[in-house]
């Protein structure tokens, strides 16, 4: 990753830079002109990525302790002048004091946060999107070579009861509020780079402020919407068996076969894990966002993953760094949910006649059930026997 | 159809009555970003 390559690199660049034995082998610059001053020379070696042996300007950094009087010249600033100290910030080599109180309020200079930027407004938008749009077109694609998935010999008439209206008021708690949170989403990601240009700054910030509250108010209802179609529906999709029969026979997709299933199809159930175990990640990552420097996870995160597997993520992080962390990671998973949402959609509404009315009124079509869903049609019609309801 | 509709009306609702209960805890940026000895309003 990206940002792993550069923490490593930053490293060996810090480690490289307070090495004195290094320090002595580099080639003197002579900097007399400038009176120990960076040149120009110094400048363009940084900027050909060259190593710059940086301890003239890192070094560089007052001289507190024959710091003149209060009142004399730089005594205020403690035997610092003001470039002293900002070098000082820069190599973090001051303490700083803050009267401004809050939560990492006394970090002035964090490096790490431009490949954050950089990451999120390029590869990101260009993966992540081409990623979207690609799959639509693909859907697209799909839907005129293969077609709705039609009722094999068509409805029967009759009706059978597949979700209750707690499961169907928790299915689309659950919906609205992830549509709500992607597209408010999108548009954070994206409308800098694709609707200023068309609607102009005022505008967009009206939008922006909008979205934003939507985005965070409305992850509440997500939430609970996981909680509620979790604990619903978690008993009808651990794997079996079954599953492993029907996904070797491609869920019937391209064969016009119907292997057996019961309440939850592996397909199905391939969703609902997605949607659970992705939403949960999106959920922590989300409410480390939304309370700043509370919840920072990444860390400790680093370090068990290192200790598994021995790799080498950074494990002390700034408190911006933890933010941008959780931000990346936030959007990544979100757009795992997207793709899978979308194909889910997909086949729940215009790619499958028959699949929508679960979900709308909580009725399907006896045919429907039998040729997708026999073994829970059996079950019911079992249980209906015995006088229990579905 | 009309579940759909409770579902979608019940995210609003909770998105609305959220940062009124949030700020109840104190949560909200400006009472995190200033002492005890700052009046909020
Ligand atoms: C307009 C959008 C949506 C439509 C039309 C739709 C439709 C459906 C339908 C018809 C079912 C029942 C399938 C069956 O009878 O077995 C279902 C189930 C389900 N939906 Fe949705 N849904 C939508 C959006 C979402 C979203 C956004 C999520 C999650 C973020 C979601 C998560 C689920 C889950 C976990 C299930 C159970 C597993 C499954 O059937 O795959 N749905 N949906």
């Given at each position: 990753?990206?940002l792993?390559?550069?923490s490593?690199?930053?490293f060996?660049?810090?480690a490289?830079?307070?090495?004195?034995?290094?320090?002595q082998?580099a080639?003197?610059?002579?900097?007399?002109?400038?009176?120990?001053a960076?040149?120009l020379e110094?400048?363009?070696?940084?900027?050909k990525?060259?190593?710059?042996d940086?301890?003239?300007?890192s070094e560089?950094l007052?001289?507190?302790a024959?710091?003149?009087?209060?009142?004399d010249?730089?005594g205020?600033?403690?035997?610092r002048s003001?470039?002293?100290?900002w070098?000082?910030?820069?190599?973090n080599?001051l303490d700083?004091e803050?009267q401004?109180?809050?939560p990492?309020v006394d970090?002035?200079?964090?490096?790490?946060?431009m490949p954050?930027?950089?990451?999120r407004?390029g590869?990101l938008?260009?993966?992540?999107g081409?990623?979207?749009?690609?799959f639509l077109?693909?859907?697209?694609?799909?839907?005129?070579?293969?077609?709705?998935?039609r009722i094999?010999?068509?409805?029967s008439?009759?009706k059978?009861?597949?979700f209750?209206a707690?499961?169907?008021?928790?299915?689309?708690l659950?919906?609205?509020?992830?549509?709500?949170?992607?597209?408010t989403?999108?548009?954070?990601?994206?409308?800098?780079?694709?609707?200023?240009?068309?609607?102009?700054h005022?505008?967009?910030?009206?939008?922006?402020?909008g979205s934003?509250?939507?985005h965070?108010?409305?992850?509440w209802?997500?939430?609970?919407?996981?909680?509620?179609t979790?604990?619903?529906?978690?008993?009808?999709?651990?794997?079996?068996?079954l599953d492993?029969?029907?996904?070797?026979a491609g869920?019937?997709?391209?064969?016009d076969?119907h292997?057996?299933?019961?309440k939850?199809?592996?397909?199905?159930k391939?969703?609902?894990?997605?949607?659970?175990?992705?939403?949960?990640?999106?959920?922590?990552?989300g409410l480390s966002?939304l309370?700043p420097?509370q919840l920072?996870?990444?860390?400790d995160?680093?370090?068990?993953?290192?200790?598994?597997?021995?790799t080498?993520?950074p494990?002390a992080?700034?408190?911006?760094?933890?933010?941008?962390y959780?931000?990346?990671w936030?959007s990544?998973?979100?757009?795992?949910?997207?793709?899978?949402?979308?194909?889910h959609?997909?086949?729940?509404?215009?790619?499958?006649?028959g699949?929508?009315?679960?979900?709308?009124?909580?009725?399907?079509d006896?045919?429907?059930a039998?040729?997708h869903?026999?073994?829970?049609?059996?079950?019911v019609?079992a249980?209906q026997?015995k006088?229990e309801?579905? | 159809m009309k579940v759909?509709?409770?579902?979608f009306?019940?995210?609003l609702?909770?998105?609305?009555l959220?940062?009124?209960i949030?700020?109840q805890f104190g949560w909200?940026?400006a009472?995190q970003?200033s002492?005890?000895?700052?009046?909020l309003?």
């Amino acid at each position: 990753m990206n940002l792993k390559l550069f923490s490593v690199a930053s490293f060996l660049m810090v480690a490289l830079v307070f090495n004195p034995a290094w320090a002595q082998e580099a080639p003197e610059v002579d900097r007399s002109a400038t009176g120990g001053a960076q040149t120009l020379e110094d400048i363009m070696a940084r900027q050909k990525q060259l190593e710059v042996d940086e301890s003239f300007r890192s070094e560089n950094l007052g001289d507190p302790a024959s710091a003149p009087p209060i009142r004399d010249e730089l005594g205020t600033l403690g035997g610092r002048s003001d470039a002293d100290v900002w070098r000082g910030i820069r190599y973090n080599e001051l303490d700083p004091e803050t009267q401004v109180r809050g939560p990492a309020v006394d970090v002035l200079i964090q490096d790490e946060g431009m490949p954050w930027l950089e990451f999120r407004e390029g590869p990101l938008i260009n993966y992540g999107g081409g990623a979207i749009i690609g799959f639509l077109v693909l859907l697209v694609i799909f839907y005129f070579v293969r077609g709705k998935i039609r009722i094999e010999g068509g409805p029967s008439g009759k009706k059978i009861e597949r979700f209750k209206a707690i499961e169907r008021f928790g299915h689309w708690l659950l919906a609205g509020s992830f549509i709500a949170l992607a597209l408010t989403g999108l548009l954070t990601l994206m409308g800098r780079s694709f609707l200023i240009p068309v609607i102009g700054h005022e505008a967009f910030s009206t939008l922006a402020i909008g979205s934003k509250w939507i985005h965070n108010n409305i992850a509440w209802s997500f939430m609970l919407g996981l909680v509620l179609t979790f604990c619903m529906w978690v008993v009808h999709n651990i794997p079996n068996k079954l599953d492993w029969q029907w996904l070797k026979a491609g869920g019937g997709i391209f064969s016009d076969s119907h292997p057996s299933a019961k309440k939850f199809n592996a397909g199905q159930k391939i969703i609902f894990w997605t949607v659970m175990i992705l939403g949960v990640s999106v959920s922590l990552s989300g409410l480390s966002l939304l309370f700043p420097f509370q919840l920072p996870m990444f860390a400790d995160t680093f370090g068990f993953i290192n200790s598994i597997l021995g790799t080498d993520f950074p494990t002390a992080l700034a408190p911006h760094e933890e933010m941008q962390y959780a931000n990346t990671w936030h959007s990544i998973v979100a757009f795992l949910m997207m793709l899978a949402i979308i194909a889910h959609i997909y086949i729940g509404s215009v790619g499958m006649e028959g699949a929508f009315d679960a979900m709308g009124n909580g009725q399907v079509d006896l045919e429907w059930a039998r040729q997708h869903h026999d073994l829970w049609v059996e079950e019911v019609q079992a249980r209906q026997g015995k006088g229990e309801s579905s | 159809m009309k579940v759909m509709i409770a579902g979608f009306v019940a995210a609003l609702v909770i998105a609305f009555l959220a940062p009124v209960i949030l700020d109840q805890f104190g949560w909200s940026t400006a009472e995190q970003y200033s002492s005890e000895s700052v009046r909020l309003d």
